[in-house]
């Protein structure tokens, strides 16, 4: 259920997780899910199915963006901005951005924009999950996109692992050297709570995780 407390904003749950309330009701569980595919679908896919104008770098107007799924979708009759901005910013993920009235998605692209304007990383490591087929050809090739724009990375190993696990039972874990990276000029931004993305990555700053740090990274979860 997606909520809003009048003091503490939007939130997810039955009531307010900083003051205990019970705010006003946005969103069911069903209408939240049925909302947060077709917003994926829309801002990281397929714009021009429901005749969206998107910029450059994925921005979409969200007035634009409602009265589209409106005359897209049935039952959406009741759809204003607040559902919109409630949902991209209690997002789990980080997933979305909400500014002066546009939204976008932030990574998971397969349609080409340049979100160069996304915060650049702060962080040194980072991490990429793989099969075990995979890893010595991208520890000799480096990492290209696949099905999506850009490269995805996660800030640790335990999220890389989570992220592995939709692929593989076992995930093999690289890590990339993002210090000397960045030092080289690569431009890596940090598009989600913790996702990272990329153009892509050479060789050079690939080497493989050891196994008993992955394997103690498990046991802690």
Known sequence: MLSEC???????GESCPVCGKEGKFLMNERELESLSRILAGALRH???????????KGWVD??????SIGE????????????????????????YQIDGGMVRATYGHTIDITPDDLPLADIDEFFYPVTEEEADIIIEGGLHPTDRKRVHLSGSIEKAIEAGHVRTENPQILRIDGK??????MKIYHAGKDVYITDEI????ISKVKEKKTQKTKKKD
């Open 62 to 67: 969200i007035e634009e963006l409602i009265h």
């Open 6 to 12: 009048e003091e503490h904003g939007y939130y997810r």
């Open 202 to 205: 050479d060789a050079k700053y």
């Open 72 to 95: 897209g979708r049935s039952g959406f009759d009741w759809l204003r901005a607040k559902h919109i901005e409630a949902l991209a910013m209690t997002d789990s993920r980080g997933r």
């Open 180 to 185: 000397k990276a960045k030092k080289d000029g």
């Open 46 to 56: 397929f714009p021009d199915k429901l005749g969206l104008m998107m910029d450059g």
